[in-house]
């Protein structure tokens, strides 16, 4: 955690764009994630509205614009909601995914063909949990005035900067963390006052169609509605003119999104992905540097946006970290070929785009290193992809330029710690960086100066994304805009500066018609 090339009207989408939608790889496949409570005990039960797949684009469009256009009547003609309203939507979504979590560990397990219990409540449930507690704790003071300085010669006048909701918002979420990556920032925007439009992945639909479900129980389809289908639908419900939209997915997607939402000059927020590297500092713990790689790089089966994509070693010490990386494996996923705590690929597609990133790197002479047993019979799943050490990496491999998004590990040697900054400043910029050395010494002081990535995790992986007083997201390829945290209230709220004149003041000193009181202000503001 989903145009485009050509005319970005509503008259119709490009081939070009359809082939972005629908060829991506698997439109989310290499991004996350990357990926979306009235006074009292108000319940409403009207319908989310629901595409499905074999709805015409044409037709999906004209009930896409309905829903906006009544989405937009009811946020104009209710206006803002309070701060009780705003907390017992939040308690309420909240309440709602608590009572269906069997039922969305279930749906995950089904879309995924296989994914524990246990790592869907730790991914997608409770990072969802936690950050609607967060918003409901900070609500009633980011809804407050924030009051600003007023320069001497306007004084006793005020400044302030009221916050208040964009409107209708549109989240398009992706299929990889189907659950967090829709609800957090559907929470998000219901935190700061506004309506919202979902449209979840096609490639996770009993998910898809439990999210569905639960918002319709919920809300009345004028303030949340969920829009499921194919791409098609996906690129009708980016050309509607929202007030916001927030897109998690691939940067190819992300790019056609943003072409499209120009056409409205809606603002976007990207929460893409990239190739986020591991440095090891040299002369640190191996052993701990590969146990929280291995838990980073394999949780989800390294379909995680966040997720190290390769990491860069001193070259006295690869063979030593590859050895540790496998240990570590081993320690927590013992037995992986039939390990229930580890996930499957996806589908079909992404598994074989996963397979083709080996031949083409064993064809250019990588040396590769399958963690787990050669034969595939012993897997319990056929889509369980085993881990794998990529070493002899040169910049001709597919593996080398493409966010992997699955469980191959490129370890890359350097020679000095300069070495290995340049090496990541001469890609794109990505949406995590971890760094694995003394926190607080020069080195990482070197690393996060010298650098520029998304989000920092020092010692660790993955955990940056839980912080709910953190924003989250990315910068240049990875990604533009934030939401978690304050910001991402301030990203769902117009920030609008308020000036509130005074009785006494001097401004008509400056003010025509002209004379020597007018000189005499202007020559002492521009001393």
């Not at 009544?70 to 946020?75: G, P």
């Not at 040169?394 to 191959?408: R, V, Y």
């Amino acid at each position: 955690m989903g145009t485009l090339d050509g005319d970005p009207t509503k008259k119709g989408i490009t081939e070009a764009s359809r082939h972005v939608f629908k060829n991506d790889v698997t439109v989310e496949a290499v991004s996350s994630p990357h990926v979306e409570e009235l006074e009292g005990a108000r319940v409403r039960r009207n319908k989310s509205v629901t595409l499905m797949e074999s709805h015409r684009a044409a037709v999906g469009e004209v009930e896409l614009t309905s829903i906006f256009d009544r989405q937009r009547s009811a946020f104009l003609r209710q206006g803002p909601p309070s701060l009780a309203q705003r907390k017992a939507d939040l308690r309420m979504l909240k309440e709602a995914i608590l009572a269906r979590r069997d039922q969305f560990s279930e749906a995950v397990n089904k879309d995924f063909g296989h994914r524990s219990h246990q790592e869907t409540a730790y991914m997608d449930l409770m990072p969802v949990v936690e950050g609607i507690g967060y918003l409901r704790r900070n609500l009633a003071t980011w809804m407050q005035p924030e009051v600003r300085e007023v320069a001497p010669h306007f004084q006793p006048s005020s400044n302030q900067i009221m916050y208040q909701p964009l409107g209708v918002v549109g989240i398009i979420s992706p299929w990889n963390h189907p659950v967090a990556l829709a609800l957090m920032p559907l929470a998000t925007a219901l935190a700061a006052g506004n309506r919202a439009m979902l449209k979840p992945s096609e490639f996770t639909p009993a998910t898809s169609a439990l999210l569905a479900a639960m918002l319709a129980d919920g809300f009345a389809e004028d303030q949340v509605a969920v829009l499921t289908g194919d791409a098609e639908v996906a690129a009708a419900f980016s050309r509607l003119p929202f007030d916001r939209i927030l897109f998690t997915g691939s940067t190819a997607v992300g790019r056609a999104v943003m072409r499209t939402a120009s056409a409205h000059l809606t603002p976007v927020t990207l929460e893409l992905g990239g190739k986020s590297p591991a440095i090891v500092q040299r002369g640190s713990s191996l052993q701990r540097a590969a146990h929280n790689i291995a838990f980073g790089k394999l949780a989800n089966a390294g379909q995680t946006c966040i997720a190290p994509d390769y990491v860069l070693v001193a070259a006295e010490d690869l063979n030593a970290f590859v050895a540790a990386f496998e240990s570590e494996v081993a320690v927590l996923y013992y037995a992986i070929a039939i390990n229930p705590d580890y996930a499957t690929i996806i589908n079909d597609r992404h598994y074989s785009r996963l397979r083709g990133l080996l031949d083409d790197a064993r064809a250019k002479g990588a040396h590769i290193r399958q963690i787990g047993p050669g034969d595939d019979q012993r897997r319990t799943h056929p889509r369980t992809f085993l881990p794998v050490v990529v070493t002899g990496v040169t910049q001709d491999m597919a593996l080398a330029t493409e966010e992997i998004f699955g469980p191959i590990l490129p370890v890359i040697p350097y020679r000095t710690l300069e070495e290995a900054i340049a090496f990541v400043n001469a890609r794109p910029r990505p949406l995590a960086l971890y760094f694995f050395g003394a926190a607080g010494g020069p080195a990482l002081a070197q690393v996060l100066e010298r650098t520029t990535s998304g989000n920092v995790t020092v010692n660790d992986t993955l955990l940056h994304y839980v912080q709910d007083d953190l924003p989250f997201g990315g910068v240049g390829a990875s990604g533009m805009g934030t939401y978690h945290g304050h910001e991402g209230f301030k990203t769902m709220s117009h920030a609008k500066g308020v000036f509130v004149q005074s009785g006494l003041n001097i401004t008509d000193a400056i003010r025509p018609p002209f004379g020597q009181t007018f000189d005499d202000a202007v020559n002492q503001l521009l001393r």
